[in-house]
């Protein structure tokens, strides 16, 4: 019994060290595994200025975030949106935002910022400056007419988001299907295509109710939550969503009140209607109402005022049959603004009403003639 356990213990004391050898040699090939090994790659930063407040702004961030998934199909892409906005002071986007692997201007002014990757817009007033166009148009010809152009502005076009559309299908191969109706949404608002004034101004249908939303609501947290449900559903199905319509509600209360102060303010002479609400605190004013209430008129001046701005909102009514013989962007611009030559709007400082009223006094004299 003794020899029995004496061998036995001869046994596993020289086995011992050879197991122990044999770990040690797995431990040492481990890593060898390890490069077998896929991590998932680090997600592309894609920031995306566009237009606040705005229901082009808001799907032409729609069009793009789609258009780059289709332009990347492998790419892990995180996407942050930031609503840019005109007032005093303000002459694009701040160049510190675009901080991202990828970064997109839509639907407003160009920036020279060298961090600038893509940029989409139809204001005829988007570059600030000669030099700006020049930058661009650089870049354009650097580019050439291939696939690797990422910059296209015409102030041709209707809207941003048509412009990125077509752009999208014509040199990227972009189905257009799924965003179809989004896009003639779109189109039809941004350029007052409506059928009717009345339409306009009455918004029974439910896109031009979340048309509302985004004029009032449309920051960067609304982008962030709004983009991914257009692009996964219809925009019609968008628009009649509990929660949209929870955020329509109050605000169809305050439209009315607009339209039945604008009745009582507004005033026609030469064809051109003018509105001073300065003496209110407004925050997002209506489209249209003036040219439902004077279907004759050629333009409107409208004057509000905002706790953080004085807005003098300039249009042409496309429905009055009347010849249209002012570029009102370039007539925005002379101010600060900028525009269409159909719409446009200048910006001064809240506290500066009476510069804001003899603005709002001098365009009106100016499209009488």
Known sequence: ????????????????????????????????????????????????????????????AVLF??????????SKLSFRYH?????P?????????????????LDFRFSPAESLTWYFDHHVSAFPGDADRR??????????????????????????????ADVGRDLFGLDPAPTAELVRWADMIDSASFPT??????????????????????????????????????????????????????????????VRLVETRAREAGGVVTVDLSDELIDVAGKFVTYALYPTS?????????KTKCKISIGYNPWSNRER????AAICERYGGGGHPVVGAISIAADDVARARQIMNDVATELAT
């Open 298 to 306: 050629a333009y409107s001046v409208l004057l509000t005022r905002s």
């Open 197 to 258: 004034a009345e339409m306009a101004v009455l918004r029974k249908e439910p896109v031009l109710q979340l048309m509302t939303v985004v004029e009032h609501k449309g920051g960067d947290a609304f982008l962030e939550a709004m983009v991914p449900r257009l692009l996964a559903e219809p925009v019609e199905e968008v628009a009649r969503a509990a929660d949209v319509q929870a955020a329509y509600a109050p605000l169809r209360t305050s439209h009315e009140a607009f």
């Open 135 to 164: 930058i661009y148009e650089a870049r354009v010809a650097a580019a050439g007419g291939s696939a690797a152009r990422r910059m296209f502005h015409d102030g041709a076009y209707s809207s941003c988001t048509k412009l990125i």
């Open 89 to 105: 002071g303000q002459n694009g986007v701040d160049p510190k935002l675009l901080n991202g692997d990828e970064n997109a201007i």
């Open 325 to 328: 013989r002012h570029n009102i």
């Open 65 to 74: 975030t789609r258009l780059l998934q289709h332009v990347e199909p492998g």
């Open 83 to 87: 609503a840019s906005g005109y007032g």
């Open 1 to 60: 019994m003794r020899i029995a356990i004496e061998r036995s213990a001869s046994f596993i004391g020289r086995s011992l060290p050879l197991l122990f050898r044999r770990h040690r040699r797995d431990t040492r090939a481990a890593p060898c595994y390890a490069r077998h090994v896929t991590l998932d790659p680090k997600p592309r930063n894609i920031v995306v200025a566009t237009h606040g407040h705005c229901f082009d702004g808001l799907s032409s």
